[in-house]
């Protein structure tokens, strides 16, 4: 058995520091409705170890299963969107009810830099990009039924949908 090298201990310290403060958000008495749009080629893509796929697709099922959280699926035909173009990239828009409050966009990268801003052109530009990635999307229901036979699919072949 190979031992680990330090940066792959360090990333996987970051993973789980960058998982531990995202949940903390959801763990209020009051959790913020939440809206997410996955690219299926994510529920697609190759890995090592098919039993960690699997996992996490029926981790998603669970979230999309919770009242204060929307997932739905972008299908890999659909136009793409210059919001999937950055690659592994988080946008995050926030709406404060308060209106005192502007909404902020945020874009989180891979390694946790951050760009933020309230500017309302950018938040309108992002807000509408997501809208119209939305508006692509499967419904909740097919997005359910599409993460179920992936995860069946990885569960029968120990291999990523698509993949052969």
């Avoid at 310290?13 to 403060?21: S, T």
């Avoid at 909404?103 to 938040?123: K, M, R, T, Y």
């Avoid at 359910?144 to 990885?154: C, G, I, K």
């Amino acid at each position: 058995m190979r031992q680990r090298s330090q940066r792959e201990l360090t990333e996987k310290k970051f993973v789980e520091l960058r998982i531990a403060r995202q949940w903390r958000i959801f763990e209020q008495a009051n959790p913020p409705l939440s809206h997410f749009i996955l690219d299926s080629n994510m529920l697609l893509r190759s890995v090592q170890d098919a039993s960690v796929l699997y996992e996490q697709i029926l981790h998603l099922i669970d979230l999309s299963e919770l009242p204060y959280i929307r997932l739905h699926i972008l299908p890999r035909l659909a136009p793409l969107s210059w919001l999937l173009v950055a690659g592994s990239v988080a946008t995050i828009l926030y709406d404060f009810a308060a209106a005192e409050r502007h909404s902020v966009v945020c874009i989180e990268d891979h390694l946790g830099a951050i760009h933020s801003s309230d500017n309302p052109f950018e938040v309108e530009s992002y807000t509408t990009a997501f809208n119209d990635l939305d508006s692509r999307a499967l419904s909740t229901e097919a997005s359910v039924a599409f993460m179920r036979d992936a995860a069946l699919q990885v569960l029968r072949t120990g291999n990523t949908p698509g993949v052969q």
